[in-house]
Every structure is written in C-alpha cells, then in structure tokens.
C-alpha cells in the first residue's frame, strides 16, 4: 500500500543552519506530493506540493523536488530562522487515495 | 485562520462516557476529514465526507462514528472513551477531497480520565 517514511526527529539546529529533512515514500501510481507544517498549537498547513516527476515545490524558502528515480521528496532550507520552529509532515495522495502523512519531524531552531 | 472551525478546543472526560466533536468546514468546501493526532501513532485518518456521503473510511473504531449534515458541518462522536482515545482530533476540508490541499483546524484536545 501507498506510506511515507520520514526522517526521525527531532532535529535541533542553529539559526541560520541549512536544512534538509528526508522523505522517502511508496506509492502504486503516481502520487502528488506535499508537506505540510504544524506550528505549536495550531493545525496544519501545506507547505509545499508537487504533482510530478521532477517538480519542485517551493515556499517560504523552503523547496522540495519530485524525484522519481529515488522515490524522494526532501525538504530543505538554506537559512533556517527561529520562526520555521514547528513540525513538518511529509505527505502522498495516489489518485481517489486519501491523504496519507508520514509521522512528523519536530524541528527547533535556536537563535 | 485556516476558514476551519472546531469546538470544543479541550475537553476532559471519564472512561465509558460519550462525546460529540464539532466542525464546520471552510466556507464552499464540501469535503470534511477527520484526523486524529496522538504521540505515540502520529496523524491517523479516520473518515472522509464529501457533500453529506461518506467517501473514505480508514483507522476508524467501530465505537466512533461521523457524519456530514446538509449544512456541510460535520459531527465525529465517540462513544465509550478509553484512557487511549487521548489524542488531538483534527477536522480539515477542503473543496473537492481530490487535490490532497487540506485546511485543518486547530483541533479539539481529548483528554479521557
């Protein structure tokens, strides 16, 4: 079945670090890919998404590309603030398929 | 403000008792999802509505149940809580449940005492 696997956390960076967070996933057909974010005490939020191979998602300064070959979807960031302090979902949705989340990676960001 | 409302933001409760959570989706989005949030198991889908029909169903106990009024508001009751049913329950929508962009709420907080 279509699952995500996501890097474990949580990970712990200074401001100004680059970061990459690893998404690796499985899928039958041919998904669209996302992340999304949960900042403390809210919901969460799309990040980011790709709908095909070779696609690169990109917001906030954070990017992601659609990597086919490798079954891949990293997130990264050049320049992380204190601000991106939050947990980020890895997400795949495979056609009528809903929605389905890897386990969340915590990042914290010290100044 | 995602456009997606919940109610009750917290609520404490006893073993064996019912309760009933509230969502009401972004306004014109006819899809309703239902997750639920807790440490050790990550977000779990529990059941999907889309325009009053329920259109998936996934980690969902037979001791929970849902359903989406002609209003489009939704309604996820759980009944006979246990200490395990603990756990951050999110409601998202979104317009037509195909493009997997959700808009989540801030949760209803569940704790079972």
């Known amino acids: 079945g279509d699952s995500v696997t996501q890097m474990e956390g949580p990970v712990t960076l200074s401001e100004e670090a680059f970061l990459t967070i690893n998404c690796t996933y499985t899928a039958t057909g041919y998904p669209s890919l996302f992340w999304y974010v949960q900042y403390p005490g809210e919901g969460l939020q799309l990040l980011l998404k790709?709908?095909?191979?070779?696609d690169k998602g990109s917001n906030k300064g954070f990017e992601a590309t659609y990597r086919k070959e490798t079954t891949s979807f990293h997130l990264e960031k050049g320049s992380v603030q204190v601000s991106d302090s939050a947990v980020y979902f890895c997400a795949l949705k495979t056609g009528a398929n809903n929605l389905f989340f890897g386990t969340g990676t915590r990042l914290t960001v010290i100044p | 403000d995602s456009g997606v409302t919940q109610t009750p933001k917290h609520l404490i409760t006893a073993t064996g008792q019912r309760v009933t959570l509230r969502c009401s989706p972004r306004s014109g989005d006819l899809s309703v999802y239902w997750y639920q949030q807790s440490l050790d198991q990550g977000l779990q889908f529990l059941i999907q509505y889309y325009n009053g029909e329920e259109r998936a169903k996934g980690n969902i106990l037979e001791r929970f149940s849902a359903q989406q009024f002609p209003d489009l508001h939704s309604e996820l009751n759980l009944s006979s809580l246990e200490l395990g049913d603990s756990a951050l329950y999110f409601c998202a929508s979104s317009l037509s449940g195909r493009t997997g962009e959700l808009f989540f709420g801030e949760g209803s907080r569940l704790t079972v005492l």
């Open positions: 790709a709908t095909k191979a070779d």
